[in-house]
């Protein structure tokens, strides 16, 4: 592996283009584009306030910046650098900003969630969407970009309104059967899309393009329930996290529940044919042996228990998980076999996980100068060379897997992997 040298940012606003050729990082107000593989600054933009959130459009040819206490969105263009918009959400105030999947239109959510503003890059026109509801994940598009859900709240009910992204208008509108809707979500093939329920009711909600209920699915009941929730790629497979440290996978055929996943204090060889991986030191233990597990406080809002991350491989046949309760450890799970292939144990708090989107390996990260990666062939642990003592806190890979943009609190670097040879597992970790 090489390491770039050492880049400034800030709250970790680094982003590489989706053609994977450029990489956008903000400095406090300023906006820097680089070269992704000699790294040199190709453009620099200057914003009216610090940047709070940065958005790449989907073609690569726009950059948005959010500064969301002035409620205002400065658009900058690749092709054309003197060329800039600014979009000004004025006394109603901003919460968050979006591009649509076109890359022409950006969708503004303004304070206390009174609307959600599309604007158009092209044609200047503005539109209005009433009711959004404030919540985990209120707006999500279709796989292709055909189609926009949204989660409302009108009379203290919940509703979904799709729309059709081509031109916004509304497509269907149904009321759902939730309590308290927390989130959805589309599958990768865009035919069914997964509603879930506050933590507080354990219910998640298959509906199909046309607002028809497919099935409906609780594990139990009177306890604090739905945590996470990841689509396989194929969409075959419906992954559900929740607060008993449990992972249940629902099949897309009948959608009830095929397996579930435990994560137990203690592993016993009849779990899995598995030596627990200690990447921080690339020792390998066997069976029996003790997981680290920190007590939740249950008195207090939202307890660090329970699975919080779920991540599948790009080919579908890994599944990562994090239960907060053991939040030095990471496991994955075989979905062929349906049983537990690896668990990795760090030294510290792992605080971000990322597979790589060509093949099946693994990143992540503790927080310390160290990189930690896991493949079917092994794994590897990896001292970021740097002078200051540079902590790696997040990471992001290439679409092409062939690098890394590794996240510290106030700087960044790029891990560039070795490709001479990709076709096998066993050449991943030539260093």
Not at 72 to 91: A, F, R
Not at 165 to 194: I, K, M, Y
Not at 257 to 262: A, L, M, Q, V
Not at 350 to 376: E, N
Request: proline residues 4%.
């Amino acid at each position: 592996m090489n390491f770039s040298e050492i880049f400034k940012q800030s709250n970790q606003l680094c982003r590489i283009s989706p053609d994977g050729r450029y990489l956008a990082t903000c400095v406090q107000y300023r906006l820097v584009v680089r070269d992704v593989n000699s790294l040199q600054i190709l453009h620099l933009y200057t914003c009216l306030d610090q940047i709070v959130h940065m958005e790449w459009s989907s073609d690569s040819l726009f950059i948005l910046c959010a500064m969301y206490k002035r409620g205002l969105v400065q658009v900058w263009s690749l092709e054309q650098p003197d060329w800039h918009c600014k979009i000004d959400e004025g006394s109603i105030g901003l919460v968050s900003s979006r591009w649509s999947p076109d890359g022409r239109h950006i969708l503004n959510t303004t304070e206390f969630h009174l609307r959600v503003t599309v604007w158009s890059l092209c044609t200047k026109a503005v539109s209005y969407i009433k009711y959004p509801k404030a919540c985990q994940k209120g707006i999500d598009f279709s796989r292709d970009g055909s189609y926009m859900a949204l989660a409302e709240r009108r009379d203290c009910k919940d509703y979904v309104s799709v729309f059709v992204c081509e031109d916004w208008h509304l497509l269907r509108h149904f009321e759902t059967e939730t309590q308290d809707l927390a989130g959805l979500e589309w599958s990768p093939n865009g035919c069914v899309l997964a509603v879930w329920d506050s933590c507080l009711e354990y219910k998640v909600l298959l509906y199909s393009l046309d607002g028809r209920l497919l099935s409906s699915f609780s594990a139990y009941e009177w306890s604090l329930g739905i945590k996470s929730l990841a689509w396989s790629p194929s969409s075959q497979f419906l992954a559900i996290g929740s607060f008993d440290e449990k992972v249940r996978i629902l099949n897309h055929i009948t959608w009830k529940k095929i397996t579930e996943f435990e994560h137990p204090a203690t592993i016993y060889p009849a779990l899995a044919g598995l030596g627990l991986m200690c990447v921080s030191t690339d020792e390998i233990s066997q069976p029996p042996f003790q997981i680290p597990v920190v007590k939740p406080d249950l008195d207090r809002a939202n307890p660090k228990v329970g699975v919080s991350s779920l991540a599948f491989s790009a080919d579908g046949r890994y599944l990562a998980t994090k239960n907060d309760n053991m939040a030095s450890v990471v496991w994955v799970w075989n979905m062929q076999k349906m049983s537990l292939e690896a668990v990795l144990e760090q030294t510290a708090a792992v605080r971000c996980f990322q597979w790589d989107p060509r093949r099946p390996r693994l990143a992540l990260c503790t927080g310390t100068p160290r990189l930690y990666l896991w493949s079917p062939a092994g794994s590897v642990s990896v001292q970021v060379p740097s002078e200051g003592g540079f902590q790696v806190h997040a990471l992001s890979w290439h679409s092409n897997g062939d690098s890394l943009v590794l996240i510290g609190k106030e700087h960044l670097c790029l891990c560039y992997m070795d490709t001479e040879d990709k076709s096998t597992d066993s050449n991943i970790w030539t260093k």
